[in-house]
Nanobody
Framework: QAQLVESGGGLVQAGGSLRLSCVYS????????MGWFRQAPGKEREFVAA????????SYADSVKGRFTVSRDNAKSTVYLQMNTLKPEDTAVYYCVADPSWAAHWGTRNPTYWGQGTQVTVSS
């Protein structure tokens, strides 16, 4: 059965770092592209980052380029989001996602599978 299990969220001061992890299980995700979306209070859902199943391609939202890094370890069935130099505007619920197709514009995408979400709060 397909499942996405997230961890790593929490409270951090501005300028700090967090690493989110998402463990995926089931053959559904063997060659799925993985990524992260987030939704801040009172805001629309937005794309954060994505990585292809073969790890050859990545995509980032302009707001996180240079600060966030998405990676995956297929042997461990885990995708990561390393978040550095965090800002208060990064505060949001972060969702791990999976999709069989790569998207040229992830901001308009509704991924096939979603995790439960993990809260990231950045204090000023």
């Amino acid at each position: 059965q397909a499942q996405l299990v997230e961890s790593g969220g929490g409270l951090v001061q501005a300028g700090g770092s967090l690493r989110l992890s998402c463990v995926y299980s089931g053959r559904t995700f063997s060659r799925y592209h993985m990524g992260w979306f987030r939704q801040a209070p009172g805001k629309e859902r937005e794309f954060v980052a994505a990585i292809s199943w073969s790890r050859t391609t990545t995509s980032y939202a302009d707001s996180v380029k240079g600060r966030f890094t998405v990676s995956r370890d297929n042997a461990k069935s885990t995708v990561y989001l390393q978040m550095n130099t965090l800002k208060p505007e990064d505060t949001a619920v972060y969702y791990c996602v999976a999709d069989p197709s790569w998207a040229a514009h992830w901001g308009t995408r509704n991924p096939t599978y979603w995790g439960q979400g993990t809260q990231v709060t950045v204090s000023s």
